[in-house]
């Protein structure tokens, strides 16, 4: 079942294996987190998200923030679609966790007529302390990573 976090609470802690190693939330502690949520390794949109914030990497860490992505694709297929563009974020598998349910992100999809569950694009900045700072639900992907990258810069 997903919950529905909102801005003030503490973000769930995780434990997930990623990409370049396993990734854990409360390893960041001190750091501003971007932890966004995509459906699906090697997509256009999901691409483009991640080209977004590998282009934006410098900036991010000067404001410093962590950017990591979650996906329920497996932690193989990260360090596929990490190597295809040169990605720079950390890429977390939930392939066998109920993360992306508590983080709200698991929501009834529909297309061509068809009802589905899967990921909804959504981005969450979390402080140094683990609290849910700002939300971004339904993101579109044009103009997503300079806002994030605002918000991030905000909290410094």
């Given at each position: 079942m997903s919950v529905e976090l909102k801005v003030g609470d503490h973000a769930p802690d995780f434990e997930l294996p990623g990409a370049d190693g396993p990734i854990n939330l409360s390893a960041f502690r001190g750091q501003t987190v971007v932890l966004?949520?995509?459906?699906?390794?090697d997509t256009s949109g999901c691409t483009a998200?991640?080209?977004g914030f590998t282009a934006?990497?410098?900036d991010f860490a000067a404001?410093?923030?962590v950017v990591v992505g979650v996906s329920k694709d497996s932690a193989a297929s990260h360090q596929?679609?990490?190597?295809?563009?040169?990605?720079?974020?950390?890429?977390?598998?939930?392939?066998?966790?109920?993360?992306?349910e508590r983080y709200g992100a698991w929501v009834e999809k529909s297309m061509y007529g068809r009802k589905y569950m899967g990921i909804e694009r959504v981005t969450y900045l979390i402080d140094g302390?683990?609290?849910v700072r700002r939300i971004w639900r339904k993101?579109?992907?044009?103009?997503?990573?300079?806002?994030v990258l605002a918000a991030a810069k905000a909290l410094t």
């Open positions: 966004y949520f995509y459906p699906k390794d998200e991640a080209q934006a990497a410098d404001a410093g923030a596929k679609f990490k190597a295809k563009y040169g990605l720079s974020p950390l890429l977390a598998s939930a392939k066998d966790d109920d993360m992306v302390v683990g609290a993101v579109k992907v044009p103009g997503h990573v300079a806002e």
